[in-house]
């Protein structure tokens, strides 16, 4: 049975692929997979692993022999799941795995932005404290978190571990029900939720019903100290809306770690702002990577890879 890799290399090269390589005997490992070199590579596999390398539908239709997809993340939006689904393809992804991890990471760009950290530091860089009059600096105002109201989209395991963690900080957390469903769900909804939000952390995973989630409408309901985070999927907020907030004092300070486009080889609007005086701060999609949580992907895949065995073949 033919099992095909596509990018490695996404996970780096300090992890231990050996609770993979035990369970299939012919895996062929690709460090990565360009668009046009992914028909070939994956002709005759049956088991197709892949981190962020797209397999849409034309793909899908073209690998009559692929009979299991095992993503190598939480987040799936790489992967058309109504195609695989209607070629009764198994899809298994990994989640948990990097719990502590990604919900530290959240937290981190939550204080940063709490402190205004963008702005002080580019203060003290171009010598601002150095000219001050008093001991201190104190031009942009702070946000104390204790007391605060945290509003977070997606209870799953992020939501839940992030809301855990701004309970310690003090803050007053609330889940907003899940958008167009709001009839069925007992919490509030998220239009009700925005404007008493001083913190909106995001961790829903990228849909068509969460694409442009926070766009130019929601903002405008937002208070103009909010501060939004978006650990989960570049899309789910209108990017360019939520930077004109920022720029119009409209919104205290924004943070994302990811883009709609992945590396974003093109360039986007938010990383041109970071030249400017903004609270703004962009990381590289790597609220995942401590090394503890990319092992953990492995040895999840391996477990998903070893139950599908099992059930393929007893
Ligand atoms: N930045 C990173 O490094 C990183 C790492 C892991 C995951 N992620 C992203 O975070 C997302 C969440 O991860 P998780 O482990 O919490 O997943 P999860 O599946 O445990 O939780 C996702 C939650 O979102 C909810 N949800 C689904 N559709 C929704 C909608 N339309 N509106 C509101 N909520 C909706 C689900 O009901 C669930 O409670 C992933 O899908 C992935 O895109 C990012
Ligand atoms: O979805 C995930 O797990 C993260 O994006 C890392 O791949």
Known sequence: MKAVFLDAASLGDDVDLAPIRTLVDDLVIHQLTAMDERLDRLEGATIALTNKVVIDAELIDALPDLKLICVLATGTNNLDMVAAERRGI????????????????????????????????????????????????????????????????????????????????GMRVSFAARPGNEANDARPSLTSLLGDADVLSLHCPLTEATRGLIDREALATMKKEALLINCARGGIIDEDAALAALRDRRLGGLAVDSLPVEPPREGHPLLDALHEPLNLIVTPHNAWITPEARQRVVDLTADNLRTWLTEEHG
């Open 90 to 169: 198994i899809v298994r992804n990994v989640s948990a795995y990097g719990t502590a991890s990604v919900a530290q990471h959240t937290l981190m760009l939550t204080l940063a932005l709490a402190a205004r950290l963008p702005l002080y530091q580019t203060d003290v860089r171009d010598g601002a404290w150095q000219r001050s009059d008093i001991f201190c600096l104190l031009d942009h105002r702070t946000l104390q978190l204790a007391g605060k109201h945290l509003v977070i989209v997606g209870s799953g395991e992020l939501g839940s571990a992030v809301a855990r963690l701004g309970e310690t900080f």
